[in-house]
């Protein structure tokens, strides 16, 4: 990859409220476009939030969360999971798992299918789901325009833009239906 990709990626990595993260994000996208023609199986695995344009809270990363995502395109399955960061993070989190569809060379399209809370894991016990179906009343899509074996950008279909990057230390199966 280039300096600035791997610059980008320290800055995630050590301080992901930079003010230059946007201007770096717009500088990748222009240089090292995704192309999921080629690319897509990079999609698959665990990615944390790192940076978002968004004003909303549970769209921006936060010391104390971890909001994450876990891609499988070969099975068409993706989840988006919040949960507290450090040890509290085992007591629960909100889950939304979703069915995707490689649409173009850029584009996914998302289907939110159920959500809900999802409790904590004990050994030899089931965790506890209380999961529901979700309706869905717009389309939702993503635009990949970055993509690595580290660093995922995208922009959303309200025009948010997320700079991911992946989490080596998770399993996607472990975060999927």
């Known amino acids: 990859m280039t300096d600035e990709h791997d610059a980008l990626v320290r800055h995630l990595r050590s301080n992901p409220n930079d003010q230059s993260i946007s201007e770096r994000i717009a ?3 222009t240089s090292i476009p995704a192309d999921l023609n080629q690319d897509a ?3 698959k695995g665990v990615w944390d939030l790192r ?3 968004s004003s909303q809270p549970w769209l921006r990363q936060a010391p104390w969360l971890e909001n994450l995502q876990a891609l499988d395109p070969e099975r068409n399955k993706g989840c988006n999971l919040l949960r507290l960061r450090g040890p509290l993070g085992g007591i629960g989190a909100v ?6 569809n490689l649409i173009s060379s850029k584009r996914i399209e ?4 159920r959500g ?3 409790g904590p894991s004990r050994p030899g016990q089931r965790q506890v789901k209380l999961m529901r179906n979700v309706q869905q009343n717009f389309p939702a899509w993503l635009d990949i ?3 690595s074996q580290e660093l995922r950008i995208c922009r959303g279909n309200a025009g948010t833009i997320f700079a991911l ?3 080596n230390d998770l399993l996607t199966e472990e975060l999927l239906d």
């Open 116 to 118: 809900g809370w999802l």
């Open 145 to 147: 325009t970055v993509l």
């Open 165 to 167: 990057l992946r989490r």
């Open 95 to 100: 889950s939304v798992q979703a069915e995707l």
């Open 51 to 53: 940076w978002s344009s």
């Open 41 to 43: 199986p990079l999609l």
């Open 27 to 29: 500088r990748l996208e």
């Open 110 to 113: 998302v289907k939110f299918c």
